[in-house]
């Protein structure tokens, strides 16, 4: 249809994709094998039949086991570019890349090898494909403050190959307030700041986020519905929502798409947009959330596509000479 088409075709920005979730399993052992590293699954279709989860642990456990064949630059680049030529298709015309060090460092790998070879496919995302892309570095929330800290340090030399960071894996039991440190050391380097909040965690925690890590988005935050004056300081503050309607659904925090809370929050005029978070894993890269929402919506048209696809590109942290661009 005319909508399906405008929904594929209109420029936009995915601004929540964990870049380790979009290794496909045909990528992941291929680079299993490059590597010489053993998996515990038999093949590509054995991996794809445990991608049934029940919560966000259950898909994390995998999601680390799959990243576990990351060690060469190379293999950074060929993920990042593997992710690049899918997000070209979908007309991303700007996307911001999150990256879990810590996934890498615990297992020998070092924080500029990661980060080179990401950097790298980020550069020739631009020049081959016409996608503006940068990264946002994330710490692991169920590891300590400690922790994020030399992370932190030891990604300085790097400084300048990423824009921000970002905070994600376990959130039930690790609430922002865990980070405020290091987020206020973020804050004097001049990084962007954003976190997961209110995806299986409490309202508070998107508070939290808000008050003692200052982030300028909060990634997810779908929870946020359940407390009526959080809603109304969202919708005040204009502070933006990277919502993943299929990475909803797989992990269970919603029943089906029809039950998603986005329609509610779009109405009561919070900055929402749509994004994968992790494609590979959640059944689809950024023009399937689009299409699979606005099919469960059908009383939407082109005013909430051009809505939704207006909001992420405000959203993103893009300098002003490129948001001229798509003005
Ligand atoms: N939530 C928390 N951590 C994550 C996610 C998520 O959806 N995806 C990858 N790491
Ligand atoms: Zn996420």
Redesign the pocket.
């Known amino acids: 249809s005319a909508l399906r088409g405008l929904l594929a075709r209109m420029p936009k920005a995915e601004l ?1 994709i ?1 870049i ?2 979009s290794l496909e399993p045909e990528l992941i052992f291929a680079l299993a094998e490059r590597n010489g590293v053993t998996l515990p699954y038999a093949g590509v279709e054995a991996l794809r039949a445990a991608y049934a989860f029940t919560d ?1 642990q259950s ?2 456990d995998i ?1 680390y086991a799959g990243a576990s064949v990351l060690l060469q630059e190379q293999d950074f680049y060929d993920m990042a570019w593997a992710y690049f030529e899918k997000a070209a298709q979908d007309h991303v015309v700007h996307a911001e890349l ?1 990256f ?1 060090p810590q996934t890498h460092t615990a297992r020998g790998v070092s924080v500029g090898t990661v980060i080179q070879g990401l950097s790298r496919a980020c550069t020739d995302a631009q020049q081959r494909l016409g996608v503006s892309a940068s990264l946002i570095l ?1 710490f692991l ?1 169920h590891l300590s403050e400690d922790d994020a800290l030399s992370t932190l340090e030891d990604a300085l030399p790097w400084r300048d190959h990423f824009i921000g960071v970002g905070l ?4 039930r039991g690790h609430p922002p307030s865990k980070f405020a440190r290091v987020f206020a050391r973020c804050g004097e380097l001049g990084l962007h700041r954003v976190a ?1 909040a209110g ?2 965690g409490p309202p508070a925690y998107v508070e939290e986020a808000l008050d003692l890590l200052h982030v300028e988005r909060i ?2 935050g779908v929870r946020s519905i359940e407390s009526p004056a959080l809603m109304q300081r969202l919708a005040r503050e204009r502070v933006p929502l990277t919502v ?1 309607p299929l ?1 909803n659904v797989k ?1 269970c925090v919603v029943p089906d798409l029809t039950a998603h809370p986005l329609p509610q929050l779009l109405t009561a005029g919070l900055a929402v947009t749509i994004n994968s ?2 494609p590979a ?1 959640f059944g689809g890269y950024l023009n399937d959330n689009f299409l699979a929402l606005f099919a469960a919506q059908p009383q939407w048209g082109a005013r909430e596509a051009y809505e939704l696809a207006r909001n992420s590109l405000a959203a993103s942290f893009a300098p002003p000479q490129q948001r001229a661009v798509w003005q």
């Open positions: 929540h964990h380790e979730g966000l898909f994390l999601y999150f879990d994330c929330r994600d894996s376990s959130e997961h995806e299986e990634d997810h993943c990475s992990l978070d992790d894993y």
